[in-house]
């Protein structure tokens, strides 16, 4: 049913996040449905129940403190991310950027929302921008402040509904644009946080050029070489992997298969987490989570890079 298809979908990205912070890969797409960027902290919407990218971000500060004080979360999706601006606006540890078409929904994303300390960009497209508009403003407006804020480690918001075959939006973004804009945030990780990237799937509609898009965005991620001795001799000494203390777990998707009804609904209430599967107090207690030594990584969909 739903609650399991978006437990596993925020498992899974526990997963990549374990697996790129403790070096295993460098970069990880996350295939995952239902999506998450629009899940705020006391409520599902448009489509998506928890808000997988920003458990992900919480859970790699919370398990890493030492490695991954400050990360960036990248959102491309036509639709806003106001899930993941929400758990960023107020949380100078964290950075937002959002390029999306308006006035569309959730009707969020003004660029006078800034966040506490200037850590939200929000770069609003209308809907007869071209590709070459999208292009600069992530090149030109975003990416030079995420250099500037110095992530620990980046993550991307992939949605791909920006796609002129997609049927919910009415911009032009190809496949190709996707792959550029993908490119130019690897090659940003490789200078500012060791080339860690976890990317996550959001958006999509239309299959066909769904799948164009994906395969685009994960060529990019692979095709980046990893970063030089010389990128990694200009970061801080601190940043170096650490290995996850044994108290804490994440679940896997073979692990939250396996769990019946009672189970499921038994592990929410641990999280702080009503049973009806709304997203209450996840980010702030997601270190209270056991990790068991069985737990590996290849039961995970996730592409690492």
């Given at each position: 049913?739903?609650?399991?298809?978006?437990?596993?979908?925020?498992?899974?990205?526990?997963?990549?996040?374990?697996?790129?912070?403790?070096?295993?890969?460098?970069?990880?797409?996350?295939?995952?449905?239902?999506?998450?960027?629009?899940?705020?902290?006391?409520?599902?919407?448009?489509?998506?129940?928890?808000?997988?990218?920003?458990?992900?971000?919480?859970?790699?500060?919370?398990?890493?403190?030492?490695?991954?004080?400050?990360?960036?979360?990248?959102?491309?999706?036509?639709?806003?991310?106001?899930?993941?601006?929400?758990?960023?606006?107020?949380?100078?540890?964290?950075?937002?950027?959002?390029?999306?078409?308006?006035?569309?929904?959730?009707?969020?994303?003004?660029?006078?929302?800034?966040?506490?300390?200037?850590?939200?960009?929000?770069?609003?497209?209308?809907?007869?921008?071209?590709?070459?508009?999208?292009?600069?403003?992530?090149?030109?407006?975003?990416?030079?402040?995420?250099?500037?804020?110095?992530?620990?480690?980046?993550?991307?918001?992939?949605?791909?509904?920006?796609?002129?075959?997609?049927?919910?939006?009415?911009?032009?973004?190809?496949?190709?644009?996707?792959?550029?804009?993908?490119?130019?945030?690897?090659?940003?990780?490789?200078?500012?946080?060791?080339?860690?990237?976890?990317?996550?799937l959001e958006g999509g509609y239309d299959p066909e050029a769904l799948g164009r898009c994906v395969e685009a965005h994960?060529?990019?991620?692979?095709?980046?070489?990893?970063?030089?001795?010389?990128?990694?001799?200009?970061?801080?000494?601190?940043?170096?992997?650490?290995?996850?203390?044994?108290?804490?777990?994440?679940?896997?998707?073979?692990?939250?298969?396996?769990?019946?009804?009672?189970?499921?609904?038994?592990?929410?209430?641990?999280?702080?987490?009503?049973?009806?599967?709304?997203?209450?107090?996840?980010?702030?207690?997601?270190a209270q989570i056991r990790r068991p030594s069985s737990s590996t990584s290849s039961s995970s969909p996730s592409v690492?890079?």
């Amino acid at each position: 049913g739903t609650e399991d298809s978006a437990l596993r979908a925020a498992g899974v990205t526990l997963q990549a996040v374990e697996d790129v912070v403790e070096g295993r890969v460098k970069r990880a797409f996350v295939m995952v449905r239902p999506p998450g960027h629009h899940a705020e902290s006391k409520t599902a919407m448009g489509f998506c129940v928890f808000n997988n990218i920003l458990i992900g971000l919480a859970h790699a500060q919370a398990k890493y403190p030492n490695s991954i004080r400050k990360a960036a979360l990248l959102d491309f999706d036509v639709h806003h991310g106001n899930g993941g601006q929400e758990g960023c606006y107020n949380d100078p540890t964290r950075f937002f950027a959002s390029t999306h078409q308006a006035p569309l929904f959730p009707w969020k994303g003004l660029s006078r929302e800034t966040g506490v300390d200037l850590n939200v960009i929000n770069v609003p497209l209308p809907k007869d921008s071209t590709p070459k508009e999208f292009r600069d403003a992530w090149e030109n407006e975003i990416i030079p402040k995420v250099k500037d804020f110095g992530p620990d480690i980046i993550f991307i918001s992939a949605g791909f509904d920006a796609h002129p075959d997609d049927p919910l939006a009415s911009l032009s973004i190809s496949e190709e644009d996707f792959a550029y804009v993908t490119q130019k945030i690897a090659l940003l990780a490789n200078e500012v946080s060791r080339g860690c990237v976890v990317s996550v799937l959001e958006g999509g509609y239309d299959p066909e050029a769904l799948g164009r898009c994906v395969e685009a965005h994960v060529r990019s991620l692979a095709s980046v070489p990893e970063p030089t001795q010389e990128h990694l001799s200009r970061l801080p000494s601190s940043l170096s992997t650490e290995t996850a203390p044994a108290s804490q777990m994440m679940f896997s998707t073979e692990q939250l298969a396996a769990m019946d009804k009672s189970a499921l609904r038994s592990e929410l209430l641990q999280l702080g987490l009503p049973t009806s599967g709304r997203l209450d107090a996840l980010r702030d207690r997601l270190a209270q989570i056991r990790r068991p030594s069985s737990s590996t990584s290849s039961s995970s969909p996730s592409v690492g890079t």
